[in-house]
């Protein structure tokens, strides 16, 4: 490690530190707001600490437990947590049990991205269509519900979802190359899809060349065995 990585990396610990302590003062400050336990715990989780995260949300969702709203809030950032460190059916558990209407469609995005981590594209689906119920522009759910076709091999809907999804957000570099990916397989012109991929978000364009050539493969395959017939 570089002086200067070493120097990058010893600021964001303290700037995280920092942050913590805020959040930790800001409970003491109002420990009867709720929201500060859930900011505190999203906080754990995005730094890994899952199981601070874990206790955190465990006691106050036993100071909260007469607070309808904030059972549900709470409920939600555990199952953030149990699902950012792999623990499915935990994470499963307390999603189920969120019940405020206005979490309701976010419990059911998270539970259908949870049956995606285990590739169950059917149940994941459902959810996903459950969450847009009432997000029909939802630029999150469209892409999600575009990535289980994808999956499932239904290409012709999928690209429905991704051009939804774009009309959300044309600058979605993420997008942009899955929709590109689709119109290669539907004989579609892909190349403006890969060119605005590339400009938009050139990581993940270049993390997908692997799939690229795979999916290209499988198209020369798919065609050659037309010909024979």
Known sequence: ????????????????????????????????????????????????????????????????????????????????????AGEFQKAFAQFKVVQDSELKSSAYLMIAQTYMAQDDYKNALVFAITAQDKHKQDLTINGLIGEIFLAMGDFTHAATYYDDALKADPKNGQYQFERGIIALVLDEEETEYFKQAKKLDPAYFEKGQKRLVDIEKYIKTRDESKDEK
């Open 1 to 84: 490690m570089t002086e200067n990585e070493d120097s990058k990396q010893e600021q964001a610990k303290q700037d995280a530190q920092k942050t913590a302590s805020a959040l930790v003062k800001a409970i003491d400050d109002n420990s009867d707001d709720y929201h500060q336990y859930y900011n505190l715990g999203v906080f754990l989780t995005t730094s890994k600490s899952f199981e601070q995260a874990e206790e955190l949300y465990m006691k106050s969702l036993g100071l909260f437990q007469k607070d309808d709203k904030a059972e549900s809030l709470l409920h939600y950032g555990l199952g953030n947590t149990y699902y950012e």
